[in-house]
């Protein structure tokens, strides 16, 4: 039996590459970086990170719970049909066309895969190639189908939690009134692959309960599935280490909600559909709520009355080796008071092999930072200011 499973095991990983969302999911990743490349180098005159960086933090983190998760569901016996697998790789790649990575939330592509499974079943609707799979559908199959959405709801919040909020790229817009000012930009993808059970292949479950349901076929196969969690989130009234963090939070717990009710559905199917459409709904008013919440509050990145305050800072530069950290406001430079960038770097060059900054943390207290500055630094010590002039006039934000 050991072996067998292994041996299962290891065809569905080996099948994982034959998943196009896994080339897709590559693809996009490659665009993200590029597109945030080219739009920090028209911002800023530089870019803060290489253009592969979305593609090595796609697998940063979803593998881990991705297995994780998979244990939990496979142990108890939670099977997918093979049409919800084919239909939510196919909603994935529409979503992932038009950008807006926050359609590729676990809630909207495995949500709306089972409403349109439910109506396909229901209907009888015989449509190409998902009739084929769809022939075998009960309420015990399609309510695993919400299981899976309240699993992947609570990932995709781990996720946020986790590293959503790392490396956002700075952006600058001219405001309604006309000012100059910044906010944060927190566009990732993440591949979590995950094994399920399916209804067919070569081998029977262990144990008497497993599955918990009645299904139509005896036998099981393992496969490893490429799921695909956006998370898109446009941050200007706090830090966007704050604001991320919280959202992740409401994702997770939404996340905790939807599966509990899912589970129940296995016992009176209206609980599934309360669960999907709680999955949906609770994930695009979580979005909404944010967005009228920031818009409604001041810009947290603008120019200060005293100090010049910090929009980004380069990896490896001389401003990360002084532990000068996103929104903290620089107040002094070797002494001498700054209120503009240009100020800043005036006094800078005071002394041009070492620098004395007193800085505002983001607690609200003062601190203070020295080092010595080596020939080969960047120039600037690689700190993006909230006023920094290149390229901010293209942009307005109401």
Same mark, same amino acid.
């Given at each position: 039996?050991?072996?067998?499973? &292994?041996?299962?095991? &290891?065809?569905?990983?080996? +099948?994982?590459?034959?998943?196009?969302?896994?080339?897709?999911?590559?693809?996009?990743?490659?665009?993200?970086?590029?597109?945030?490349?080219?739009?920090?180098?028209?911002?800023?005159?530089?870019?803060?990170?290489?253009?592969?960086?979305?593609?090595?933090?796609?697998?940063?983190?979803?593998?881990?719970?991705?297995?994780?998760?998979?244990?939990?569901?496979?142990?108890?016996?939670?099977?997918?049909?093979?049409?919800?697998?084919?239909?939510?790789?196919?909603?994935?790649?529409?979503?992932?066309?038009?950008?807006?990575?926050?359609?590729?939330?676990?809630?909207?592509?495995?949500?709306?895969?089972?409403?349109?499974?439910?109506?396909?079943?229901?209907?009888?609707?015989?449509?190409?190639?998902?009739?084929?799979?769809?022939?075998?559908?009960?309420?015990?199959?399609?309510?695993?189908?919400?299981?899976?959405?309240?699993?992947?709801?609570?990932?995709?919040?781990?996720?946020?939690?986790?590293?959503?909020? +790392?490396?956002?790229?700075?952006?600058?817009?001219?405001?309604?009134?006309?000012? +100059?000012?910044?906010?944060?930009?927190?566009?990732?993808?993440?591949?979590?692959?995950?094994?399920? &059970?399916?209804?067919?292949?070569?081998?029977?479950?262990?144990?008497?309960?497993?599955?918990?349901?009645?299904?139509?076929?005896?036998?099981?196969?393992?496969?490893?599935?490429?799921?695909?969690?956006?998370?898109?989130?446009?941050?200007?009234?706090?830090?966007?280490?704050?604001?991320? +963090?919280?959202?992740?939070?409401?994702?997770?717990?939404?996340?905790?909600?939807?599966?509990?009710?899912?589970?129940?559905?296995?016992?009176?199917?209206?609980?599934?559909?309360?669960?999907?459409?709680?999955?949906?709904?609770?994930?695009?008013?979580?979005?909404?709520?944010?967005?009228?919440?920031?818009?409604?509050?001041?810009?947290?990145?603008?120019?200060?009355?005293?100090?010049?305050?910090?929009?980004?800072?380069?990896?490896?530069?001389?401003?990360?080796?002084?532990?000068?950290?996103?929104?903290?406001?620089?107040?002094?430079?070797?002494?001498?008071?700054?209120?503009?960038?240009?100020?800043?770097?005036?006094?800078?060059?005071?002394?041009?092999?070492?620098?004395?900054?007193?800085?505002?943390?983001?607690?609200?207290?003062?601190?203070?930072?020295?080092?010595?500055?080596?020939?080969?630094?960047?120039?600037?010590?690689?700190?993006?200011?909230?006023?920094?002039?290149?390229?901010?006039?293209?942009?307005?934000?109401?």
């Amino acid at each position: 039996m050991i072996e067998l499973w &292994l041996l299962e095991v &290891l065809k569905g990983f080996g +099948k994982l590459f034959l998943h196009p969302v896994l080339y897709v999911s590559i693809l996009f990743a490659i665009m993200t970086g590029y597109y945030r490349v080219k739009r920090e180098r028209r911002d800023f005159n530089t870019r803060l990170l290489d253009g592969y960086h979305d593609l090595r933090m796609m697998f940063t983190h979803g593998l881990g719970l991705g297995l994780l998760f998979s244990l939990l569901i496979v142990g108890a016996g939670v099977v997918i049909p093979p049409a919800a697998i084919l239909l939510i790789g196919v909603i994935t790649i529409l979503f992932a066309l038009t950008s807006r990575y926050q359609l590729l939330s676990a809630a909207m592509t495995v949500g709306f895969s089972y409403f349109i499974l439910v109506m396909l079943d229901y209907f009888q609707w015989d449509l190409p190639v998902f009739s084929t799979y769809a022939d075998d559908l009960n309420l015990g199959l399609l309510s695993s189908i919400v299981v899976l959405l309240g699993v992947l709801t609570l990932i995709e919040g781990s996720l946020i939690r986790l590293n959503g909020w +790392k490396h956002t790229s700075p952006r600058l817009f001219k405001s309604a009134r006309g000012l +100059k000012v910044g906010a944060h930009l927190g566009k990732r993808l993440w591949l979590v692959p995950m094994f399920v &059970l399916i209804p067919t292949g070569s081998f029977s479950l262990p144990f008497d309960w497993w599955p918990v349901f009645t299904l139509g076929t005896e036998t099981y196969s393992l496969l490893c599935v490429p799921f695909l969690i956006g998370f898109q989130q446009l941050v200007k009234s706090t830090l966007p280490e704050v604001a991320m +963090k919280h959202t992740g939070s409401r994702v997770f717990w939404l996340g905790a909600f939807t599966l509990t009710l899912a589970i129940t559905g296995f016992w009176a199917s209206m609980f599934s559909i309360a669960a999907a459409v709680v999955g949906i709904v609770g994930r695009a008013w979580i979005g909404y709520r944010f967005r009228a919440g920031d818009d409604a509050k001041p810009y947290f990145f603008k120019r200060q009355p005293n100090g010049v305050m910090i929009l980004g800072i380069l990896p490896g530069s001389p401003a990360r080796k002084l532990t000068l950290q996103v929104g903290e406001i620089v107040l002094k430079v070797n002494g001498t008071d700054v209120n503009t960038e240009r100020a800043f770097y005036e006094a800078l060059q005071k002394n041009g092999a070492y620098c004395k900054l007193e800085v505002l943390g983001t607690n609200g207290e003062n601190r203070f930072t020295q080092g010595a500055l080596y020939e080969g630094d960047h120039h600037e010590l690689g700190i993006i200011f909230a006023d920094e002039a290149s390229g901010w006039e293209q942009y307005q934000v109401s």
